[in-house]
């Protein structure tokens, strides 16, 4: 094996120490600091001193490579090196009442008593406000919310979970190490505190390909598993795999398996006190389209229907959907608005980050499952509106320049989904997930539309383009708009009385 110049500085804190590592392989008192830190070698015993042997280190070399899905040989090779110095959670991945062996893949420690779990956020970090941490904590939440039969209240006073930025030394015993390395640890109930290194270039983009952002959401969602009682997984697909991979998308059957074992037999019940106490709720849902009473918000604030252009029109589980700013409309048919909306689409979609202020994308799959879009991710929910995993466009086979998608429907001449990016489309077979050759081609392939448009559905059969005051009917055989179209889409769709403005909404012309 090659011979390297090695030079390293350990900070000395209570229990545990930090590595600082140039680009070369790590001392051997190095590998031997990381593999008692990570539980692959026994730790010292107070007042006891022993050494390690040669053959003991490499004995936990090859633990710990077989723990990260690395060929085990014992031996510190490149691949070796790069898990040293790769991100990662500080958690031990080896508890010593685990060991290597076990009968599960995913290993438990302790969950919380109760199925209703406060959290609070004490602060954001240097790079990332607190309002945005908030968000994306509670899109994190919401991932594992459902596979526990869990409700996550956001409440500040004693709070069951606590999140906080901190450096370096920060009086838990195990201090931070500066950027990259270790970026984040938790515990386990009763504990449940979620501690990220704030020396961290923390970022909100999963896409981002500047190797010093560490993308929140993908590390809050493994931390919250440390939270509610998962340690680590040796399953590289899992969240809980210790090793920093983006893009975080859905939880694994690992983590999903390990969820159920802790909370299954944990009843569903909390204290009305809870609830008036609780200033946001992260939970499942338990019924198809949601009736709310009317938001209780000042009418001002809402756009009129009548008087408004929209972000977006879809169908949806048989039911018309119209979403203005923060708002959303659900109608049983033309003209027919379900009692109780207006409501904010985020009481609806539970999970979807607070950072989305509008949503102009989103179709029902042909699964049942409806998806949400927004840049070049999007968010899945079941046809309960529950959370079931974020993803990106790139999954749908759209090109990494494109920045993001303006209208996604599936048609019901050719079962196809047809992905809109203002003015070219693509059509995407979602059983084999293959995209259709030939594609992306023009939107003026859709003749006497005009675009780019805002939305596309398809309606009792017929599909419709919306953009503006204005809407078509296509005609499917002629593959172009009906004549008598563009009509106003306000007085046709929605219970609006006839206006002056009518007649300048039945021409191609702009408004």
Avoid at 137 to 158: C, I, Q, S
Avoid at 214 to 233: C, K, P, Q, R
Avoid at 369 to 381: D, K
Wanted: net charge negative; glycine share 6%.
């Amino acid at each position: 094996m090659k011979t390297y110049v090695v030079l390293w500085f350990l900070y000395s804190s209570v229990t545990c120490r930090t590595i600082f590592w140039e680009e070369s392989a790590p001392s051997v008192q190095s590998v031997r600091e990381f593999l008692t830190r990570y539980g692959y070698l026994p730790e010292r015993e107070k007042g006891i001193d022993f050494t390690y042997t040669k053959q003991a280190i490499k004995e936990g070399v090859r633990k710990m490579q077989t723990f990260a899905g690395l060929p085990a040989t014992g031996e510190i090779d490149k691949e070796t090196i790069k898990l040293f110095r790769r991100k990662r959670c500080g958690v031990k991945d080896i508890l010593p009442n685990n060991k290597s062996h076990r009968n599960k893949r995913y290993i438990l420690q302790q969950g919380w008593d109760k199925k209703t779990i406060t959290y609070s956020v004490l602060n954001g970090s240097s790079t990332l406000e607190k309002s945005r941490v908030e968000a994306i904590m509670e899109a994190g939440l919401a991932v594992w919310a459902p596979h526990g039969g869990l409700t996550f209240l956001r409440h500040d006073a004693k709070p069951d979970i606590q999140v906080s930025f901190v450096s370096r030394d920060h009086g838990d015993g195990f201090p931070f190490d500066g950027p990259g390395r270790v970026v984040a640890h938790a515990f386990p109930p009763p504990h449940g505190a979620m501690h990220f290194d704030d020396d961290e270039f923390w970022g909100d983009n999963p896409d981002e390909e500047d190797d010093d952002v560490t993308d929140f959401f993908a590390v809050a969602v493994h931390e919250i598993g440390h939270a509610l009682g998962l340690s680590h997984s040796n399953v590289k697909a899992s969240v809980m795999y210790p090793y920093y991979q983006v893009p975080v998308e859905k939880l694994h059957e690992d983590d999903i398996l390990g969820m159920q074992e802790l909370y299954s037999s944990i009843n569903n019940e909390h204290s009305a006190e809870e609830s008036e106490e609780t200033t946001e709720a992260v939970q499942s849902r338990s019924s198809l389209v949601p009736r709310f009473t009317k938001a209780d918000s000042d009418e001002d604030d809402i756009p009129d229907l009548c008087f408004t252009n929209y972000d977006t029109i879809q169908v949806i589980q048989g039911k018309i959907f119209v979403f203005e700013e923060e708002w959303m409309w659900v109608l049983s048919d033309r003209k027919m608005i379900l009692e109780g909306y207006p409501k904010r689409f985020h009481d609806v979609f539970i999970g979807l980050p607070k950072y989305i202020g509008v949503i102009k994308t989103i179709y029902e799959k042909r699964n049942g499952h409806i998806v949400i879009f927004w840049s070049r991710s999007y968010w899945e929910f079941s046809s309960r509106f529950r959370l079931i995993k974020r993803g990106r466009i790139t999954e749908y086979l759209i090109p990494q320049h494109v920045a993001e998608l303006t209208s996604v429907f599936i048609s019901d001449y050719n079962n196809k989904t047809y992905l809109i990016e203002d003015e070219r489309f693509w059509r995407f077979d979602e059983e084999p997930r293959l995209m259709d050759k030939g594609y992306p081609k023009e939107m003026s392939a859709w003749r006497k539309v005009p675009y780019p448009v805002d939305a596309a559905i398809v309606w009792k059969g017929d599909t419709f383009f919306f953009r503006g005051p204005r809407f078509w009917r296509f005609d499917d055989r002629l593959v172009q708009a009906h004549e008598y179209y563009p009509l106003p889409t306000a007085q046709i769709w929605f219970p609006c009385d006839p206006t002056p403005e009518m007649s300048r909404y039945i021409t191609n012309d702009e408004p």
